[in-house]
């Protein structure tokens, strides 16, 4: 049950864009289709943002979007605001494992 | 709405036990499977345990396994995690996360609750 790989920062200005990689294994990210983003600004409880690689709960700005290839999923933020301005973590499920989470990437806007 | 209450947490010493317990109101509590999930101090996130919704499977991190203990009581809409020989390195806020089984994934979180294990 070892994390997934996440950059541990990324930044961009307010109107860019900044993608987020979240790279796992065979059993885990390239396994299943069951990929989550969380935001997290601080103090406070995660917020899912994305679930199944690229599906947006009600709510979510269509800015937040996510893809997967083989064993690594993105999450990508368009339009970047000020807002934004946060930890994201992915997750994955992982069969028998449960679940597993990446190390996390703070974003922030410039 | 959701919501999602955990209570329990505080200063234990190495070695020894506590029960976090999580109230859960705004949707049918014995329909879904329940998360807990932690965050040691200026770490990310960490998946602690899962139980299905009506608490025939259970699920442990390495970590944890044989020390911590998922359970639920349906009747009482309310998510426990019995935690025993405590280690340092399980000081965190620990979170309880409603699941969302179809996508399995963490869909409602509560505020969490600090746990510090420490002589």
């Known amino acids: 049950q070892s994390a997934l790989t996440q950059p541990p920062s990324a930044s961009g200005s307010p109107g860019q864009s900044v993608t987020i990689s979240c790279t796992g294994t065979?059993?885990?990210?390239?396994?299943?289709?069951?990929v989550s983003w969380y935001q997290q600004h601080p103090g406070k409880a995660p917020k899912l943002m994305i679930y199944?690689?690229?599906k947006r709960p009600s709510g979510v700005p269509d800015r937040f979007s996510g893809s997967k290839s083989g064993n690594t999923a993105s999450l990508t933020v368009s339009g970047l605001q000020a807002e934004d301005e946060a930890d994201y973590y992915c997750?994955?499920?992982?069969?028998?494992?449960?679940?597993?989470f990446g190390t996390g990437t703070k974003v922030t806007v410039l | 709405q959701v919501q999602l209450v955990e209570s329990g947490g505080g200063v234990v010493q190495p070695g020894g036990s506590l029960r976090l317990s999580c109230a859960a109101s705004?949707?049918?509590?014995?329909?879904?499977?329940m998360h807990w999930v932690r965050q040691a101090p200026g770490k990310g996130l960490e998946w602690v345990a899962f139980?299905?919704?009506?608490?025939?499977?259970?699920y442990y991190a390495d970590s944890v396994k044989g020390r911590f203990t998922i359970s639920r009581d349906n009747s009482k809409n309310t998510l426990y995690l019995q935690m025993n020989s405590l280690r340092a390195e399980d000081t965190a806020v620990y979170y309880c996360?409603?699941?969302?089984?179809?996508?399995?994934?963490?869909?409602?979180w509560g505020q969490g609750t600090l746990v510090t294990v420490s002589s």
């Open positions: 065979s059993s885990d990210v390239g396994g299943y289709n069951y």
């Open positions: 705004g949707f049918t509590f014995s329909s879904y499977g």
């Open positions: 997750s994955s499920y992982a069969g028998s494992n449960g679940y597993v």
């Open positions: 199944e690689v690229s």
């Open positions: 996360a409603k699941d969302d089984e179809a996508a399995a994934t963490c869909d409602y």
């Open positions: 139980i299905r919704y009506d608490g025939s499977n259970k």
